[in-house]
Nanobody, 117 residues
Framework: QVRLVESGGGLVQAGGSLRLSCTAT???????MGWYRQAPGNQRELVTT???????NYSDAAKGRFTISRDKAKNAVWLQMNSLKPEDTAVYYC????????????WGQGTQVTVSS
């Protein structure tokens, strides 16, 4: 059974940094992976994605401050978040488009990131 296991959220002061990790367990082929976030009262929104070929896509809010990286062999992805702002406070969800028994989207359980001012 394929699952996305996340870690790394927490509480940080504005201007600080956090690093989120996500690994897809089970036998699967990662086509793309990334991160979304959802703040209270808001819809889930894209933060960043990375394709198997290494192409990246960032939201305007993430550009210049966040960096996605991945290990294809381990089906793992990381999100380095620097210069955090209070408006970055949200639940961050790992996302993966995987080929396992079927090709489909998978989501992690979410990890809380809170940035205090």
């Amino acid at each position: 059974q394929v699952r996305l296991v996340e870690s790394g959220g927490g509480l940080v002061q504005a201007g600080g940094s956090l690093r989120l990790s996500c690994t897809a367990t089970g036998s699967a082929f990662a086509i793309s992976m990334g991160w979304y976030r959802q703040a209270p009262g808001n819809q889930r929104e894209l933060v960043t994605t990375i394709s198997r070929g290494g192409s990246t896509n960032y939201s305007d809010a993430a550009k210049g401050r966040f960096t996605i990286s991945r290990d294809k062999a381990k089906n793992a992805v990381w999100l380095q978040m620097n210069s955090l702002k209070p408006e970055d406070t949200a639940v961050y969800y790992c996302y993966a488009h995987l080929m396992a028994l079927h090709e489909r989207d998978y989501w992690g359980q979410g990890t809380q990131v809170t940035v205090s001012s």
